[in-house]
């Protein structure tokens, strides 16, 4: 996730800002990554940053369906970063 951040803070500032959180999820900690805006996937990350799905976003709001069950089975939130600019 660093190099994720790292990106990042090197493109233009998005707006609304960046959010990354952990989570706990089927057992393991992933990463939630927020979208810039509109109609855009978010992105969720098994802890050594692969991409696991899209939970949401995109024109349905519905992500890619590939973990549907996210918002329902995710625990433990915790705010990792957010663009500070």
């Not at 996937?41 to 939970?55: E, F, I, M, R």
Request: hydrophobic content about 25%; some cysteine.
């Amino acid at each position: 996730m660093e190099d994720r951040i790292q990106q990042h803070l090197n493109d233009k500032k998005a707006n609304p800002p960046i959010h990354v959180y952990s989570y706990q999820f089927n057992g393991a900690t992933v990463y939630y990554e927020t979208s810039p805006c509109c109609d855009q996937y978010t992105t969720l990350y098994a802890a050594d940053g692969k991409v696991l799905c899209h939970p949401d976003g995109g024109f349905t709001g519905r992500g890619d369906g590939k973990c549907a069950d996210f918002s329902k089975n995710r625990t433990e939130e915790k705010l990792v970063w957010q663009d500070p600019r």
